[in-house]
């Protein structure tokens, strides 16, 4: 394929953006970037990138566009606002919404495309910027199947897996927080063994080789677990700010559909906790800190 017939503009070089947004650069596509910060889009411009001056300018300039922003509201603003994207669409182009957001915010968008004669791909991704900038990430895919089909070589030069849910859009985000909140689950269930485990002045060690056994085979959690014995979180993939905002979709997009996230509502109450508790830049495992503190134990 001729990747240099293809003009891809990408917004948000956050985190989990900046690495997905260098393996479409490093595959040969011509890229114009976007971001608030100007000086992330530095790098880009350094490895032949064009960098935008406005929203409207990247969409003119760009066949497919990608948007990795924080939330709902970021990527509306994105899209609705004045000189926005999709104010600035033209028939025929693609848009591709890498967020995590609400399963009705994804239709409400897809919805919007359409009546500009254009695509919505929801696209959320599962992973941490590590896996990001190693091309090593997951991703669901749901909307037009011919829109699809276009974008698939772009998304396989960052992911090592597509699932495709579908072509109703919110199908896409909500297979994501179904996995977002089986690790969420996850983690707060560490937090509480290693917690009963200290009381019980278990040896922390063999607690850490028994909790990795159990969850051999997957790497992610084998990670965490690590962290949450050792209470080592300034080393940050997802961080706890970001966590909370999780919480609080899973919370939404579980209760709208008369659902009790109960697995999750101690988490919940943990990431609020703790930040509140100046532990919103610390990896999001910091939650299991309060789970410490609610126990008695000293978190010096």
Same mark, same amino acid.
């Given at each position: 394929?001729?990747?240099?017939?293809?003009?891809?503009?990408?917004?948000?070089?956050?985190?989990?953006?900046?690495?997905?947004? *260098?393996?479409?650069?490093?595959?040969?596509?011509? $890229?114009?970037?976007?971001?608030?910060?100007?000086?992330?889009?530095? #790098?880009?411009?350094?490895?032949?990138?064009?960098?935008?001056?406005?929203?409207?300018?990247?969409?003119?300039?760009?066949?497919?566009?990608?948007?990795?922003?924080?939330?709902?509201?970021?990527?509306?603003?994105?899209?609705?606002?004045?000189? @926005?994207? $999709?104010?600035?669409?033209?028939?025929?182009?693609?848009?591709?919404?890498?967020?995590?957001?609400? #399963?009705?915010?994804?239709?409400?968008?897809?919805?919007?495309?359409?009546?500009?004669?254009?695509?919505?791909?929801?696209? #959320?991704?599962?992973?941490?910027?590590?896996?990001?900038?190693?091309?090593?990430?997951?991703?669901?895919?749901?909307?037009?199947?011919?829109?699809?089909?276009?974008?698939?070589?772009?998304?396989?030069?960052?992911?090592?897996?597509?699932?495709?849910?579908?072509?109703?859009?919110?199908?896409?985000?909500?297979?994501?927080?179904?996995?977002?909140?089986?690790?969420?689950?996850?983690?707060?269930?560490? @937090?509480?063994?290693?917690?009963?485990?200290?009381?019980?002045?278990?040896?922390?060690?063999?607690? $850490?080789?028994?909790?990795?056994?159990?969850?051999?085979?997957? *790497?992610?959690?084998?990670?965490?677990? *690590?962290?949450?014995?050792?209470?080592?979180?300034?080393?940050?993939?997802?961080?706890?700010?970001?966590?909370?905002?999780?919480?609080?979709?899973?919370?939404?997009?579980?209760?709208?559909?008369?659902?009790? #996230?109960?697995?999750?509502?101690?988490?919940?109450?943990?990431?609020?906790?703790?930040?509140?508790?100046?532990?919103?830049?610390?990896?999001?495992?910091?939650?299991? *800190?309060?789970?410490?503190?609610?126990?008695?134990?000293?978190?010096?």
């Amino acid at each position: 394929m001729n990747t240099s017939a293809l003009k891809i503009g990408f917004i948000g070089l956050g985190k989990m953006g900046s690495g997905i947004c *260098e393996n479409i650069q490093k595959a040969g596509y011509s $890229l114009t970037v976007y971001n608030r910060t100007v000086s992330k889009t530095e #790098p880009f411009q350094q490895r032949g990138a064009n960098v935008a001056s406005s929203i409207k300018q990247l969409v003119e300039q760009s066949d497919i566009i990608f948007t990795s922003v924080l939330d709902d509201k970021s990527l509306n603003d994105l899209c609705q606002g004045e000189h @926005g994207i $999709l104010e600035s669409m033209t028939a025929g182009k693609i848009h591709v919404g890498l967020t995590t957001i609400q #399963p009705t915010t994804a239709d409400a968008l897809k919805t919007g495309h359409e009546k500009r004669a254009c695509h919505y791909i929801a696209a #959320p991704v599962v992973g941490r910027p590590d896996a990001a900038a190693a091309g090593q990430l997951i991703t669901f895919l749901a909307g037009n199947t011919t829109a699809i089909d276009a974008v698939l070589p772009i998304i396989d030069t960052y992911t090592v897996k597509h699932v495709l849910v579908g072509s109703v859009a919110s199908s896409a985000n909500a297979m994501k927080i179904c996995v977002n909140y089986m690790a969420m689950a996850q983690l707060a269930m560490l @937090g509480e063994i290693f917690t009963f485990a200290e009381k019980r002045q278990l040896d922390q060690r063999q607690v $850490l080789a028994v909790a990795k056994m159990f969850f051999a085979g997957n *790497e992610a959690m084998s990670s965490y677990a *690590e962290k949450i014995a050792n209470r080592e979180f300034d080393t940050v993939g997802f961080d706890l700010s970001a966590g909370l905002k999780d919480a609080l979709i899973f919370d939404t997009a579980f209760t709208a559909c008369g659902v009790k #996230p109960s697995a999750i509502l101690g988490a919940k109450e943990n990431l609020i906790a703790a930040n509140a508790n100046g532990l919103g830049n610390k990896d999001w495992s910091a939650l299991t *800190e309060i789970t410490r503190q609610l126990a008695g134990l000293s978190n010096q």
